[in-house]
């Protein structure tokens, strides 16, 4: 057996560990999703009691939110409550909507969820107590309805691209030997 066998065998084997390691990625990906969608979901429940329970103006009720919690999404509601804090003369939607587009890339939410959490943002602020309430509760239905759909999926879709991972290396190493 020549040198030349053990660098092909070597670098199949790399090629199926570096394809396996991308599907265990994506599916850990997908789980992620959802245990930050199960988190905001937490947390927009934690906002409407401080906005309806305690009659908390929004800074305080954001500062509070984000002090309880913790992560990405924690780190977002304190810069909120910040930013108001500091009454710059922007407005509220403005802020939410900025402050939406500076969320971690790495957060694991998709275009589709970062739309539905900045449309949000434009009804919370200037509407009453009422409003605010019905449009929170909206928001998580909206929520809930993803995060169901997430977890009737999960197990079909973590096994399909953990499987992916594992065939696309060895139908790789196939068609290069």
């Known amino acids: 057996m020549t040198i030349s066998f053990f660098l092909k065998a070597a670098g199949c ?3 199926v560990a570096g394809t396996s390691g991308y599907g265990s990625w994506m599916a850990s990906g997908y789980r992620q999703r959802m245990e930050l969608l199960i988190g905001l979901r937490q947390m927009i429940f934690l906002l409407k009691g401080q906005i ?3 009659n908390a103006p929004l800074p305080e009720a954001f500062e509070a939110v984000g002090d309880r919690t913790e992560g990405v999404l924690a780190e977002f509601f304190l810069r909120i409550a910040g930013r108001l804090d500091a009454q710059q003369g922007e407005t509220f ?11 971690d890339k790495e957060a694991a939410l998709t275009k589709a969820d970062r739309q539905s959490l900045a449309t ?3 009804h919370l602020g200037f509407l009453d107590r009422e409003m605010q309430e019905r449009n929170l509760l909206l928001y998580l239905e909206q929520l809930d309805l993803v995060i169901g759909d997430l ?4 197990e079909e879709k973590c096994r399909l691209y953990t499987s992916l ?3 696309s290396g060895l139908f790789l190493t196939v068609l290069l030997l």
């Open 165 to 167: 991972g594992v065939m």
């Open 93 to 103: 939607c403005q802020i939410w909507k900025e402050e939406v587009e500076l969320i």
């Open 151 to 154: 977890r009737e999926r999960r």
């Open 120 to 122: 949000l943002g434009e």
């Open 13 to 15: 084997a790399m090629m």
């Open 52 to 54: 309806i329970y305690a």
